[in-house]
């Protein structure tokens, strides 16, 4: 605790007079552009990755980057998800998963941890992502660090898929308001790799090229 004490004495001191102006700008208000759903861990620092700079992003965090379907447990990620499209009117939003996710690995060996039944129930969310994985040997599975990835990469997938149960998603998304990104952060690397619709694959992310994650239904296509 006392680094983090003396952490806050250097913000304090250094960083924040150099910042004084961004920070009074932000004083009564914020229009982030973009909601960033990504797992607890601590090694995930969305602000440092991206650069960002406070009022960028409008951050949800929680064990293994999940967005439970809408209905099933209205809760605090469900609240964020509504109050950053309708009020904040964020105009994108990334899942961002990462390598080695403690939450994965859970997933992935199937025990069940009776001393952490919350912790459990909550992870049921990423099931169908698990039925996404091959066994070893198949597909180029070789190792079971090859299925931990995989899994990964299923699960962004599959909370991509549950945020688009949200109602406040699809209006925004089929009016064309709104834009989702399913992004695999490497921690040992540094390097976010995310997933392109148009070809089905995870690619290297890039400054120049962003292919959508999600194809939407357009309003106006709908309805002729
Ligand atoms: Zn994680």
Request: contains cysteine; neutral net charge; proline residues 7%.
């Amino acid at each position: 605790m006392q680094k983090l004490l003396e952490g806050y004495q250097k913000f304090q001191i250094e960083v924040f007079p150099k910042r004084a102006g961004l920070f009074k700008s932000l004083e009564s208000g914020q229009k982030p552009s973009t909601l960033f759903l990504t797992c607890s861990d601590s090694r995930i620092v969305p602000d440092m990755i991206l650069q960002s700079d406070p009022g960028e992003l409008f951050i949800s965090r929680n064990a293994g980057n999940i967005v439970p379907p809408y209905g099933e447990v209205n809760g605090g990620v469900t609240a964020t998800i509504e109050y950053a499209v309708l009020a904040l009117g964020v105009q994108n939003i990334v899942v961002c998963g990462h390598s080695d996710c403690g939450a994965m690995k859970a997933v992935l060996s199937g025990k069940q941890h009776p001393q952490m039944p919350t912790v459990d129930k909550w992870l049921q969310h990423s099931a169908s992502a698990m039925q996404m994985v091959p066994p070893v040997g198949d597909n180029n599975i070789t190792t079971p660090k090859d299925r931990l990835r995989t899994l990964t990469r299923a699960n962004v997938l599959t909370q991509l898929q549950h945020l688009q149960t949200h109602p406040s998603v699809a209006y925004a998304t089929s009016r064309g308001q709104l834009k989702l990104f399913g992004w695999v952060y490497e921690i040992h690397t540094g390097c976010i790799d995310t997933y392109d619709a148009a070809s089905g694959r995870f690619l290297p992310l890039t400054a120049d090229v962003l292919a959508p994650s999600v194809v939407h239904p357009r309003l106006e296509l709908l309805a002729s």
